[in-house]
């Protein structure tokens, strides 16, 4: 089994991997080979534990789980099986993986979506998934667009790097 921290996410999970897994999911999903049912929320007093997941099939399936509060956010746990044995074969702690999936989303959306003379991107907020769905966006959007602007519009640049 293999357990991967933030810091391993980080160095291994490049933009352009994570914009072509996410797109190759969305896919999955349109055509019924990729299950996802809607998230769960337990109430747990003061803040909620969130589950997600899903199943890809023919290759394996797995959850997330991350707690929500109104004061602390902490790591998630990401949990892979194999579809064939149903054992674990993978497990991810933190919470980096998360927002660059989000981030992903984000730019498969504006490969879709944009104008093809799109030459400026505009982020609302400026928190830790503004800053990854920038990265990836920008990489999207400079592998065919010189010049490609970054707008962000935030009321406090408190992740600003």
Known sequence: MLVLE??????LLTPSLAIDSVR????????????APPRLHAALGDGDLVFTA??????????RVYRVTSSVSGDQLTVIYDDATGKVSGAITGDFLGAARTG??????????????????GLIGSGRQAWTRSDQVTLFLSMGLAGTEVVVAAAVLRSAR
Do not use: K, N, Q, S
């Open 6 to 11: 933030d810091a391993d996410v980080r160095r």
């Open 24 to 35: 190759d999911c969305l896919i999955a999903h349109h055509t019924g080979e990729l299950t």
């Open 54 to 63: 899903g199943r890809l099939a023919g290759t394996g399936y797995g959850f």
């Open 104 to 121: 992903a989303i984000g730019a498969v959306a504006v490969d879709v979506l944009a104008r093809p003379d799109a030459a400026t991107v």
